[in-house]
């Protein structure tokens, strides 16, 4: 595998190909149509299987593949795969729970000696099924999915890309129509196709592009023994005692770089991976595509002019990448939105389709999870005839913990790009990504089951109050904007995180 085009090894032979030991529920008769093959879609087509309700998956590419480098998987995203013991165990496999961690500024001075990235997102443990988050090759952690979506014998239709999304309130239905014309139905259509989901003009009337954060990110996964033929890079990004994983933090004014050197244990495969978070200087470029590729000429120069002093491990790092490696992606945003479903509630949103993240919140896969898990368990609750209150429930149960984790993002970002590296010394922490506890110790199929009967009593005319308590404890969820942040930053304040948010 070499990141961005990764098509899935559907035959891989895995110890976990036999005795598949999921209980699931028995059946509710609830039909539930999901769009989108990725982490939240297929998520939620094996969370609906395993609570009884009958699955189809559509997705616009032609096969079963994923593209992408690397993303964290917190621990609330994690725990639900116990109860697929096949694969869990293909999680065990694949996780990079055991890399460490280093900061640098951005010029290559070291910040503090390298620690357990475990540490490094401290409060948990340094052990794979206790740790607040690991790290995952995207490709990989899709394969993982598809191979139990395969042991469920759930369908996935290929080809199949959305352009409409319906709902019919009188039948109990939603709908959606392929750029072919054929229409679908079921009790329940989750959109789950991402960022440009077609799903925002049923919820919204109109599609929300985003709006330019002020930050794009360079990002690229390429040979690892490439990446090693220069040896000031070796030196300097190789993997820590000539084993173990080793991520980097370099940071510096306005910008930030991601780096992780890493070898597959099983297939001995090396990889490389990186990403940089710039400001763009002048208007920034909005195309949102995983395809859209920059060369490493033009990364430097940007680089340089963002932040000039880049240490020369780094550039060197850059000039070892592969033509047609380097992805260019805008981080372009949308602001927080409680509400992500159609007015008859047989249309709701999931994952990326219903809420941006930025890299730095380290929670969007998570996020995605958290919704799918969620959304099964409401449904199970709520039964056939409920389907419309099981969603407004789940929104319920979901909306503010999804704007505190947005609202992370924010606060991570300024961490990692606006510290005074003057006063850092060698103490890491000051600047390390904030990873809190409220985040990831959450149980969110528990939170569902033991929260719904109550939610869904405050939805009813003159029902009982309900308060989340999957957010920071002490913290009055309000409405924010990128507006907001902004006006903040250009006043040169921080944004407010009142109540317990370590
Ligand atoms: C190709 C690709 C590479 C990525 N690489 C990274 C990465 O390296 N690091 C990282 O942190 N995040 C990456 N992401 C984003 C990350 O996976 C998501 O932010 C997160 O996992 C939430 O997942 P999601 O299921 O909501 O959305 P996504 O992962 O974006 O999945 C959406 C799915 O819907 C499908 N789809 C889109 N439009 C339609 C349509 N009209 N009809 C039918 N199907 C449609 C897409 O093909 C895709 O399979 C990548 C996403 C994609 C699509």
């Known amino acids: 595998m070499s990141g961005f085009t990764h098509t899935i090894d559907t035959e891989r032979p895995s110890a976990t190909d036999t005795d598949d030991q999921v209980q699931c ?25 395993r609570k009884g ?22 621990l609330s995203g994690r725990r639900v795969i116990k109860r697929y013991p096949a694969m869990q165990k293909e999680l065990d496999e694949i996780s990079i729970h ?12 070291p910040i503090g000696e390298p620690r357990p990235f475990g540490q490094v997102v401290g409060g948990g443990g340094l052990t794979l099924h206790n740790q607040p988050m690991v790290t995952q090759l995207r490709p990989l952690f899709h394969a993982m999915l598809y191979h139990q979506i395969e042991r469920f014998g759930i369908e996935v239709s290929y080809g199949k890309r959305i352009v409409k999304y319906y709902e019919d309130a009188e039948r109990g239905v939603g709908g959606v129509i392929t750029d072919e014309g054929e229409h679908a139905e079921a009790d329940l259509v989750l959109a789950a196709d991402g960022l440009n989901s077609h799903s925002q003009e049923l919820v919204f009337g109109s599609l929300n592009k985003g709006v330019p954060s002020g930050r794009s990110i360079f990002r690229a996964a390429w040979d690892l023994e490439l990446a090693m033929a220069d040896p000031l890079v070796k030196e300097t990004f190789g993997l820590k005692d000539g084993k173990d994983p080793l991520m980097q933090a370099w940071m510096g004014p306005d910008t930030h770089a991601m780096t992780l050197s890493y070898v597959d244990k099983n297939s001995k495969n090396g990889q490389m991976l990186w990403g940089v978070t710039f400001k763009e200087p002048g208007e920034q470029d909005t195309t949102e595509s995983w395809r859209n590729t920059v060369s490493g000429d033009d990364v430097l120069k940007m680089m340089e002019k963002s932040a000039p002093g880049w240490g020369e491990p780094m550039k060197r790092l850059v000039k070892t990448m592969p033509a047609g490696s380097i992805i260019f992606w805008p981080l372009l945003w949308r602001d927080p939105n409680p509400r992500t479903h159609s007015n008859g509630g047989r249309v709701l949103q999931i994952g990326d389709a219903a809420h941006s993240f930025l890299p730095t919140s380290g929670n969007g896969a998570t996020q995605a999870i958290e919704d799918a898990i969620t959304i099964a368990a409401c449904l199970q609750h709520a039964g056939k005839d409920n389907v419309a209150t099981a969603v407004e429930t789940h929104s319920l149960l979901r909306s503010e913990r999804v704007s505190c984790g947005q609202l992370l993002g924010f606060v991570n970002a300024e961490r990692l790009q606006k510290a005074d590296l003057s006063k850092v010394g060698n103490d890491a922490k000051k600047v390390a990504a904030k990873v809190p506890k409220w985040l990831w110790q959450l149980d969110p199929e528990q939170y569902a089951d033991e929260n719904y009967a109550a939610a869904a009593a405050s939805l009813q005319e003159g029902g009982p109050a309900f308060v989340n308590t999957n957010i920071p404890v002490g913290y009055t969820p309000k409405p924010w904007t990128l507006a907001d942040i902004e006006k903040l930053e250009s006043e040169g304040k921080q944004v407010e995180m009142s109540g317990d948010w370590s």
């Not at 529920?25 to 769009?35: E, K, S, Y």
């Open 53 to 74: 309700h009958t699955v189809r998956v559509f997705e616009r590419s032609t096969s079963a593949s994923a593209g992408g480098d690397m993303f964290t998987i917190g």
């Open 98 to 109: 055991d890399s460490w961690m280093q900061h640098r500024k951005w010029t290559s001075e």
């Open 25 to 49: 529920a028995p059946p509710t008769g609830i039909t539930v149509l999901i769009i989108g093959a990725g982490v939240g879609g297929l998520m939620a087509a094996l969370e609906c299987h």
